[in-house]
């Protein structure tokens, strides 16, 4: 009964645990035409500039935060 228990408890305790989401980071100038598509979100964004002559798309499904 008592490894029952215990197998119990660390089953439980892994359940409440969840892998870290991946991130991408970007800042500065983005160079050419960019997608953001939702494999790669969400986006940590501190400074961006989209130039003039090129396309930022963003997909949906993205998240996006300030960083």
Same mark, same amino acid.
């Given at each position: 009964?008592? =490894?029952?228990? !215990?197998?119990? @408890?660390?089953? %439980?305790? %892994?359940?409440?645990?969840?892998? @870290?989401? @991946?991130?991408?980071? #970007?800042?500065? =100038? #983005?160079?050419?035409?960019? !997608?953001?598509?939702?494999?790669?979100?969400?986006? #940590? !964004? &501190?400074?961006?500039? !989209?130039?003039?002559?090129? &396309?930022?798309? #963003?997909?949906?499904? =993205?998240?996006?935060?300030?960083?």
């Amino acid at each position: 009964m008592r =490894n029952l228990t !215990v197998l119990l @408890a660390l089953l %439980f305790s %892994f359940s409440l645990t969840t892998p @870290a989401a @991946a991130s991408t980071t #970007i800042s500065g =100038n #983005i160079s050419g035409d960019v !997608v953001w598509t939702k494999a790669d979100s969400p986006y #940590i !964004v &501190s400074h961006l500039t !989209v130039p003039a002559g090129t &396309s930022l798309t #963003i997909l949906p499904g =993205n998240g996006g935060k300030r960083g």
